[in-house]
């Protein structure tokens, strides 16, 4: 197996060797991808799991050759075992294999969880295994296209002290760059994740269908040069880059667009108040509105909100 000298301390799987057996359980989106960057990186993809024809096109694409096995089998057969299976799915998954023995003391596993630590990995790391928990703080849809985002996309990495060698070369092999993340801080570093990513998915789509609603043909040739300057903006100024009715305590303006949502899209109308509550209070707590300015839109924006209830 390994064919380089070990870091003092670790155990002959963590050599960082040459060529590792990979086995990837599941084929999803984001195992099919890292487990084709880990083959670019030299390691040998050996078996996937994934029982659904969407897996098995996706390893047909990503892991061409590679075949598909139950869990236990991929395990079996593996050194390091990239565990990428849906979040609530992965604790009943990692004590399954080690109540069936299939864990082996010296195996490295990591899995791809941005909500999970190391602690559900305990049933594993009791038989010996070095644990990793290793978030791709990226999107995937398991195109082909996801293995060029790994580059130099940042991985929240948790692992203890003395791993941390093999948690920084693995990223590092499949492209990425390792920030460290504290078991107590993953839930709340995941939230934000999702509040940031997948709620703007959330956003672009609810702001393009208002605008096909109000007849615009393109929408997103109307909102791409705008929300990319928002997004680049909201980067690098923070709370400052706001603009807008709120940002000048335009109420009349708000009040408006209450009126003309509740009439054209009333299913839009929850989100855009919380959405305008929450962009007032952080204008208010960042000094961009006065408090004079900000209570007359809060108690507009409270108002809507029970009459929405
Ligand atoms: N997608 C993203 O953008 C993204 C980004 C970063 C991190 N992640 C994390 O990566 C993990 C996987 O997400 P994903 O988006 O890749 O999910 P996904 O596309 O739904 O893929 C899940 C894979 O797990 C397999 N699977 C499900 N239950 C299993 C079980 N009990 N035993 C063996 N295989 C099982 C599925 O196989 P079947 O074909 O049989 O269903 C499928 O191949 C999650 O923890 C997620 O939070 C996702």
Redesign the pocket.
Known sequence: MPDRPLPAGLPPAAAAPARLRVGV???????SVLGAALAAAGHDVVAA????T??ADRAARLLPGVPLLP?DEVVAVSDLVVL????D??A??VTGLAETGAWRRGQLAF?????HGLAVLAPAERAGVLCLAL??A???S?GPEDVARLVAAPFGVSSHPEHRVVAEALVLEMGGEPFWLAEADRRLYHAALVTGANHLVTLVSEAADLLRTAGVENPARVLGPLLSAALDNGLRRGDRALTGPVSRGDAGTVRDHLETLADRAPDAVPAYVAMAQRTTERALATGRLRAQEGAPLLELLRNASQAAR
Request: hydrophobic share 40%; glycine share 22%.
């Open positions: 359980i599941g084929a999803g989106r984001v195992g799991a994934g029982l659904s969407a897996s869990a990428a299976v849906p979040d799915t992965l009943g998954l899995h791809t969880s941005g909500a978030h791709p990226m999107t995937f398991g």
